[in-house]
Structures are given as structure tokens and as C-alpha cells.
């Protein structure tokens, strides 16, 4: 499975940006896709991630701003990000857990969000 994310950038607070990632390879339906994202000087955190069919979780610092979806169909998972803040600049990162009897996760490789006040 590989993992390429689009639509990072430059944006003023209060914008919005839409982030892509596309899978390749064999993906299964049961496999959680999210976003992880990683400020300089902080761990990797969970934004958002998404079971089909539908079920979400997001971290309370995104709730209500940020949306994520799938298109199991196009092997694509996103994230519409609204009324950015500048706590929201980091690297995001598109994930890929194939659930089991232990996690196996996939990467992307990152892009960056950086949100100025």
C-alpha cells in the first residue's frame, strides 16, 4: 500500500484548505483511513480518522472545523479543514491501519499546513 497526500499549503486564519490522499494497492474495506499531524517540537497526533461505513472520530481540537471522508471506490480519503488556526500548522500525514490481530499502518508522506494569524 502506498499513500500520496495533495493539498497542503499557505493559508490566513480563519480559511480553509481540503487535503487529498490517494491509496494504491490492495485496500480492504475494513481498513481505517485518517490524518495524523505533526507541529515541530510536538508527537504525532490523530485529527481524524474514518471506518467505513461512515463511522468517524476526530481529536475535540478539530471537532465542528474539520470533516473527514472516504471514496473507497477511488481509494481516496480527505479533509476539509475550516476556520484554520494557527495551532493547526503542522505536517499532516494520511494513514492506512489494516486492522487485525495487530495494527499494520501505512504512511504517507506528509504536507504541510501552515496557518498564519
Known amino acids: 500500500v502506498q499513500l500520496q497526500a495533495y493539498g497542503g499549503g499557505l493559508v490566513q486564519a480563519g480559511g480553509s484548505l481540503r487535503l487529498s490522499c490517494a491509496a494504491s494497492?490492495?485496500?480492504?474495506?475494513?481498513?481505517?483511513m485518517g490524518w495524523y499531524r505533526q507541529a515541530p517540537g510536538k508527537q504525532r497526533e490523530l485529527v481524524a480518522d474514518?471506518?467505513?461505513?461512515?463511522?468517524?472520530n476526530y481529536a475535540d481540537s478539530v471537532k465542528g472545523r474539520f470533516t473527514i471522508s472516504r471514496d473507497n471506490a477511488k481509494k481516496t480519503v480527505y479533509l476539509e479543514m475550516n476556520s484554520l488556526k494557527s495551532e493547526d500548522t503542522a505536517v499532516y500525514y494520511c494513514?492506512?491501519?489494516?486492522?487485525?490481530?495487530?495494527?499494520?499502518?501505512?504512511w504517507g508522506q506528509g504536507t504541510q499546513v501552515t496557518v498564519s494569524s
Open positions: 474514518i471506518f467505513s461505513p461512515g463511522i468517524t
Open positions: 494497492g490492495i485496500i480492504f474495506s475494513d481498513d481505517v
Open positions: 494513514n492506512l491501519g489494516r486492522l487485525g490481530r495487530q495494527r499494520r499502518d501505512y
